[in-house]
């Protein structure tokens, strides 16, 4: 696949975000949360979890615990067993309640609103940040970058990288700042019902005849690849006015 370069790859990147806007215009955080904390935990759940998943966990843990002290006190074979389906769940229980005794410490228990104070907190990197400020707090730091966003964009053509600082560093220059909260839902939505990784729906891509993977990819799945919608045939000129006899009652026009 050749990689667009320069002014043809951004006009590619800007017919991708139209599509996806139209494609999913409702496209938002799977997550359930009802606040910063809440999402914060929750996004720490979801590695290596689906969303649908950590929601089944925090529907009760979320009542259980409601403050950053709730979560920095609670023993930690306590919080194992509470969120042992979510995987990973020794890992998951220390980061949850460090980050909970950096945010009494440092934030008065309270998630901050910035991209350096939310990384300084124990087990939060750049894509948990990221998550808690464009969906808890409406701020468009930056792009989360998670599998489907990585596994999209290289199938699209607007990157080649493999780190997800580098991806992402490379579609905030594509990506208007405005829609870079909104970019990474659609990628996940469109990853999560469409483009999947090992057998994507190429058929019913709205993608498909701007992707650049489609040859390759299509194989998977036997699609053909749409035809690209031809122009509108240009209006006929109108015939001229008809010079008929004055006074036959009829015009030239006239069909009987």
Same mark, same amino acid.
Not at 2 to 27: F, N, V
Not at 203 to 226: M, N, Q, R, V, Y
């Given at each position: 696949? $050749?990689?667009?370069?320069?002014?043809?790859?951004?006009?590619?990147?800007? /017919?991708?975000?139209?599509?996806?806007?139209?494609?999913?215009?409702?496209?938002?955080?799977?997550?359930?949360?009802?606040?910063?904390?809440?999402?914060?935990?929750?996004?720490?759940?979801?590695?290596?979890?689906?969303?649908k998943r950590v929601?089944?966990? @925090?529907?009760?843990?979320?009542? *259980?615990?409601? @403050?950053?002290?709730?979560?920095?006190?609670?023993?930690?074979?306590?919080?194992?067993?509470?969120?042992?389906?979510?995987?990973?769940?020794?890992? !998951?229980? *220390?980061?949850?309640?460090?980050?909970?005794?950096?945010?009494?410490? !440092?934030?008065?228990?309270?998630?901050?609103?910035?991209?350096?104070?939310?990384?300084?907190?124990?087990?939060?990197?750049?894509?948990?940040?990221?998550?808690?400020?464009?969906?808890?707090?409406?701020?468009?730091?930056?792009?989360?970058?998670?599998?489907?966003?990585?596994?999209?964009?290289?199938?699209?053509?607007? @990157?080649?990288?493999?780190?997800?600082?580098?991806i992402e560093s490379?579609?905030? $220059?594509?990506?208007?700042?405005n829609d870079w909260?909104?970019?990474?839902?659609? %990628?996940?939505?469109?990853?999560?019902?469409?483009?999947?990784?090992?057998?994507?729906?190429?058929?019913?891509?709205? %993608?498909?005849?701007?992707?650049?993977?489609?040859? /390759? %990819?299509? !194989?998977?799945?036997?699609?053909?690849?749409?035809?690209?919608? $031809?122009?509108?045939?240009?209006?006929?000129?109108?015939?001229?006015?008809?010079?008929? $006899?004055?006074?036959?009652?009829?015009?030239?026009?006239?069909?009987?």
């Open positions: 696949m $050749k990689l667009r370069k320069g002014q043809q790859l951004k006009e590619h990147a800007s /017919e991708i975000i139209e599509r996806l806007r139209k494609l999913y215009p409702d496209a938002h955080c799977e997550l359930n949360f009802t606040n910063p904390l809440e999402l914060l935990v929750a996004t720490i759940l979801s590695a290596q979890c689906t969303d929601n089944i966990v @925090t529907r009760d843990l979320f009542k *259980k615990l409601r @403050t950053a002290a709730d979560y920095a006190r609670i023993p930690q074979e306590e919080l194992e067993a509470d969120i042992k389906s979510t995987g990973f769940f020794r890992s !998951k229980s *220390k980061s949850l309640r460090s980050m909970a005794q950096d945010l009494v410490n !440092k934030f008065h228990g309270k998630v901050p609103a910035a991209m350096e104070e939310l990384t300084s907190l124990a087990g939060v990197g750049r894509k948990t940040a990221n998550v808690v400020l464009g969906n808890a707090f409406h701020i468009n730091d930056g792009i989360v970058v998670d599998t489907h966003v990585r596994r999209l964009a290289q199938r699209l053509g607007l @990157t080649r990288q493999e780190d997800p600082d580098k490379e579609l905030m $220059k594509l990506v208007p700042q909260t909104n970019f990474s839902h659609w %990628l996940i939505w469109h990853g999560r019902r469409c483009c999947y990784s090992q057998k994507p729906d190429c058929a019913h891509c709205g %993608l498909a005849t701007i992707c650049p993977s489609f040859d /390759e %990819l299509s !194989k998977l799945s036997g699609a053909e690849k749409p035809a690209k919608a $031809k122009p509108a045939p240009k209006a006929a000129a109108p015939a001229p006015a008809s010079s008929g $006899k004055a006074g036959s009652g009829h015009s030239a026009s006239t069909v009987r």
